[in-house]
């Protein structure tokens, strides 16, 4: 491998970076005021010194491959610690810079949307993009710092710190059940109209527990929406039995204007909350960081 000045080499690693998150590489040459040609020819010279292709390039995107992807997001940890060592070598040690997070839309309406007015007066130079989604996404093709996921969490490179856990609950309005009846069984709950969500899942169910033996019990919802907060809002109408884990409905049970049901067979089953993120503690930017720490700190589920 050609030996190259370590400024050249933290250039070059910068200006890739910037287009990968620019999408282009004339956005890229904007930002610094170079010029496109400049940019990319920056880009083949690292891509020769490190004998390796990092982007596949059309005439419509580029892309990352899979040496490049690794390069990416390491590269962005390595330029995210240059940018803390110099801030903390002056009199501004706050962590700053842009922070991209990605949750479901019932954790990020009701847990981490009221919690962002006091990250913002604790650490007010970091600036938030924030993603609602019940959708996972990939963090690197979306360019995500921290996910919010709910679940048991699929085997991966990314690295994840468990948030708490809610119980699952079986919902209904008063004025539902008692036009219907309360359900005394699982196996009752064919009888009456079930909300669920679209959301593609390894079982198309609902979990249970009798008498110490676990059921699996088959759900034909009459309507399926893709979010929690979409299910509670049709629960609330009164449009049938639903599903949720109980920080989502914790008001309304406690209001009364939503019931639970069937609950002893029902008591064993609960969702586990993690901010996932990509990269070691000791190599993440410091904003992420702060961030997860405050999140851990602040993050309370019933």
Not at 20 to 48: D, N, Q, T, Y
Not at 239 to 250: K, P, S
Request: hydrophobic share 45%.
């Amino acid at each position: 491998m050609s030996s190259a000045p370590r400024g050249n080499k933290l250039v070059e690693m910068e200006l890739f970076v910037a287009t990968i998150e620019a999408g282009s590489f004339s956005l890229a040459a904007r930002h610094f005021c170079m010029s496109p040609s400049a940019v990319s020819k920056a880009v083949a010279r690292l891509e020769a010194r490190l004998r390796v292709t990092l982007l596949n390039r059309s005439t419509r995107k580029l892309s990352l491959t899979p040496a490049g992807e690794s390069f990416f997001h390491r590269s962005k940890c390595l330029l995210a610690e240059l940018d803390d060592i110099e801030a903390a070598t002056t009199q501004d040690t706050m962590p700053a810079g842009p922070l991209r997070i990605n949750t479901n839309v019932p954790f990020g309406e009701l847990i981490l949307l009221p919690l962002i007015p006091l990250f913002q007066a604790q650490f007010p130079d970091i600036t938030l993009n924030i993603d609602l989604t019940d959708e996972v996404v990939d963090m690197y093709d979306a360019r995500v710092d921290v996910a919010i996921r709910a679940g048991q969490l699929k085997d991966s490179d990314l690295y994840a710190r468990k948030l708490g856990q809610s119980p699952r609950v079986i919902v209904a309005t008063p004025a539902y059940l008692q036009k219907h009846g309360v359900p005394n069984e699982p196996e009752d709950l064919t009888r009456y109209h079930k909300l669920d969500l679209n959301l593609s899942r390894s079982f198309r169910g609902w979990r249970m527990d009798k008498n110490g033996q676990a059921l699996q019990v088959s759900i034909d919802a009459q309507i399926k929406v893709n979010n929690g907060m979409s299910l509670k809002h049709l629960a609330m109408q009164g449009a049938g039995l639903a599903r949720l884990t109980r920080f989502i409905v914790e008001k309304e049970l406690q209001s009364g204007a939503l019931v639970q049901v069937l609950e002893q067979y029902n008591s064993q089953e609960s969702e586990s909350f993690y901010a996932v993120f990509m990269g070691k503690r000791d190599l993440m930017p410091r904003r992420v960081a702060v961030f997860l720490d405050f999140l851990a700190e602040h993050t309370v589920l019933r």
